[in-house]
């Protein structure tokens, strides 16, 4: 399942909301910088609303 998320532009953009995700818990997702989504693998298709609390959470993005 691929996220899209508004805000995000760059390589840099994906580090922070990889290191967020990382610090809450949740690894294995690939943030991609250059098609502005967040690859959520199948085996954490129950972790998607943390996935999307936690960007939200987050100054810079949104996911709706």
């Known amino acids: 399942m691929n996220i899209k998320v508004k805000g995000m532009h760059c390589d840099a ?3 922070l909301i ?3 995700l990382e610090e ?3 690894e294995g997702v690939v943030v991609n910088g250059e098609t ?3 690859e959520v693998p199948e085996n954490l298709n ?6 999307k609390n ?3 959470s987050m ?3 949104e996911i709706e």
């Open 18 to 20: 990889t290191i967020e």
């Open 36 to 38: 502005h989504e967040i």
């Open 59 to 61: 100054d810079a993005y």
């Open 46 to 51: 129950d972790k998607v609303e943390e996935i």
């Open 13 to 15: 953009c994906s580090k």
């Open 24 to 26: 809450k818990g949740i």
């Open 54 to 56: 936690i960007v939200n």
